[in-house]
């Protein structure tokens, strides 16, 4: 089951922006709904990559941005950070999938 990791923009009454990368299996708008609940903020969908290895896509992307970390998985990102989602996941997921089918090592819980 191939589950989301996205990235959402939160713009907050001053208009300064913060990012929450996330998961779901669920559709995202509906996640959204529950973020937005008692939240004046403006929330809006950046971007989000579907793939099985979603999880440690997600914790390798925490990871990289740890150093932008405001709270718990709210981040400040640059531009840059913002535009290259996309790319940073699918990198992952490659590197993900080579490690599953070329690293004798590797075992998958989830088979």
Do not use: P
Request: with cysteine; aromatic share 12%.
């Amino acid at each position: 089951m191939e589950i989301c990791v996205y990235l959402i923009c939160c713009t907050d009454t001053n208009g300064d922006k913060l990012h929450k990368i996330g998961i779901t299996r669920r559709k995202i708008e509906k996640r959204m709904k529950e973020f937005k609940t008692g939240n004046a903020s403006e929330l809006h969908l950046v971007n989000s990559f579907k793939s099985k290895w979603a999880f440690q896509i997600e914790a390798s992307l925490k990871r990289r941005f740890k150093k932008y970390n405001i709270s718990g998985e709210w981040f400040d990102l640059s531009t840059d950070d913002i535009s290259n989602f996309e790319n940073y996941c699918l990198n992952l997921h490659e590197n993900f999938e080579l490690i599953s089918t070329e690293n004798t090592w590797y075992i998958d819980n989830n088979s």
